[in-house]
Nanobody
Framework: VQLQASGGGLVQAGGSLRLSCAAS????????MGWFRQTPGNEREFVAA????????NYADPVKGRFTISRDNAKNTMYLQMNSLKPEDTAVYYC????????????????????WGQGTLVTVSS
């Protein structure tokens, strides 16, 4: 599957952004999907994941209550609604697809993902 992330940009602290991840190729509904982020010099870190059935979502502690992951299987698209953004949310955000997932899996480890998008930059100013 090919993934294209979009929606990044510059926003003030306290603001909102919605990231999108469009998928092409094989059946989007077969994959668990996730968002990760990375800052220069640091490892890529988990942000959020959603099961292929849309029945389970997992969030990293720093984003719980502020970010919401969702998907529209009819549109082959996943979203990340980011509210109450903080400067520490500044990063390149990547979307990823996990092919080997059960209907309930929402993987939090990058090693569970098989395909990655190119990343979209989110910058939160203070």
């Amino acid at each position: 599957v090919q993934l294209q992330a979009s929606g990044g940009g510059l926003v003030q602290a306290g603001g909102s952004l919605r990231l999108s991840c469009a998928a092409s190729g094989r059946s989007f509904s077969s994959y668990a999907m996730g968002w990760f982020r990375q800052t220069p010099g640091n490892e890529r870190e988990f942000v959020a994941a959603i099961s292929r059935s849309d029945r389970r979502a997992n969030y990293a502690d720093p984003v719980k209550g502020r970010f919401t992951i969702s998907r529209d299987n009819a549109k082959n698209t996943m979203y990340l609604q980011m509210n109450s953004l903080k400067p520490e949310d500044t990063a390149v955000y990547y979307c990823a697809a996990a092919e080997r997932s059960s209907i309930w899996d929402a993987p939090i480890h990058g090693s569970n993902y098989d395909s990655w998008g190119q990343g979209t930059l989110v910058t939160v100013s203070s």
